[in-house]
């Protein structure tokens, strides 16, 4: 199969370099482009300056390329973006689908993390507030192509959620449904762990009159505690000399076939031969794999 006009994405966040599982995560994405001759991009989610490692932006990239990732077009970086960001949220605030909270983490407490709109009618001033949006009663639900269906009702399930925080950055969900739109990116492979941040960002794109992308949700390398792997976990960086192995590593974690042999092969070599045997239908069906059970 070949679709030139598949674009997929690699959308990492700079607060730490790239570990085990977002190479899982990385990689899916890629295959999942270059499988069928399509555009892979990389776009550094870095609209949280407080959260950022220093160096991890160029650590990011040095590492997909010395894995062998190499990627389309110039590198996108969301800080750049905030213009456009701007205008949305003013937009949406015009037609009364936003408004201004001033809610504290304490007030918000024994809600369970579903916003109850204690601030929706109360017309507060922006200034010092963040910025949620409102969302209706209704379910939104969408068939990913490896978790299948998944739905979720947006009013009882999360509430009115955070397009802008207090501290004048803008909120994730805001930020990746306009710049997967501006780059016309129709596919997303992602970790398991935004699946249900989805039906969100359906909302929004339905709201802003955006295509709605194909979804892939591939499972979460987990610890044996059950936290995935991350930055905040301590997860040991890639390293360029392990990067054979830990494509195959990968691969495994991703279900795909490998072959004897292939731990002599370059990343190059081991990347053309995934690239042309990738299956998404055999990745497992599941939120998550034990990083235990891949060694």
């Given at each position: 199969m070949n679709d030139s006009s598949y674009i997929g994405r690699?959308?990492?966040?700079?607060?730490?370099?790239?570990?085990?599982?977002?190479?899982?995560?990385a990689l899916a994405s890629w295959l999942d482009a270059r499988a069928v001759g399509g555009t892979w991009l990389v776009r550094m989610e870095d609209i949280d300056p407080p959260r950022e490692a220093p160096g991890a932006q160029a650590a990011i990239l040095n590492t997909l390329e010395s894995y062998?990732?190499?990627?389309?077009?110039?590198?996108?970086?969301?800080?750049?973006?905030?213009?456009?960001?701007?205008?949305?949220?003013?937009?949406?605030?015009?037609?009364?689908l936003a408004y201004a909270c001033t809610c504290s983490r304490k007030q918000l407490e024994?809600?369970?993390?579903?916003?109850?709109?204690?601030?929706?009618?109360?017309?507060?001033?922006?200034?010092?507030?963040a910025i949620r949006l409102r969302v209706p009663e209704l379910v939104y639900h969408?068939?990913?192509?490896?978790?299948?269906?998944?739905?979720?009702?947006l009013g009882r399930e999360v509430g009115d959620f955070v397009i802008r925080r207090r501290d004048g950055l803008y909120a994730y969900q805001l930020?990746?449904?306009?710049?997967?739109?501006?780059?016309?990116?129709?596919?997303?492979?992602?970790?398991a762990d935004l699946l249900d941040n989805t039906p969100r960002q359906l909302y929004l794109q339905e709201l802003l009159g955006l295509a709605q992308p194909r979804y892939l949700h591939v499972p979460l390398i987990v610890q044996p505690d059950g936290h995935k792997l991350g930055k905040s976990y301590r997860s040991p960086p890639l390293a360029a000399d392990q990067a054979t192995a830990l494509l195959l590593r990968a691969l495994r974690a991703l279900g795909?076939?490998?072959?004897?042999?292939?731990?002599?092969?370059?990343p190059a070599e081991v990347l053309a031969?995934?690239?042309?045997?990738?299956?998404?239908?055999?990745?497992?069906?599941?939120?998550?794999?034990?990083?235990?059970?891949?060694?």
């Open positions: 690699f959308a990492p966040t700079p607060s730490g370099y790239l570990h085990f599982g977002s190479l899982v995560a062998g990732l190499e990627w389309d077009g110039e590198v996108v970086y969301q800080s750049l973006r905030h213009e456009a960001y701007a205008e949305v949220l003013e937009r949406l605030f015009r037609q009364g024994g809600y369970n993390g579903v916003y109850p709109g204690l601030c929706r009618n109360a017309g507060h001033s922006r200034e010092n507030a969408f068939d990913d192509r490896v978790q299948g269906h998944f739905q979720q009702h930020a990746v449904v306009l710049d997967d739109a501006w780059q016309g990116v129709t596919d997303i492979v992602r970790g795909q076939t490998t072959e004897a042999g292939m731990e002599q092969g370059t031969h995934a690239a042309l045997h990738w299956n998404p239908d055999i990745l497992p069906r599941r939120l998550s794999v034990p990083e235990a059970d891949l060694r």
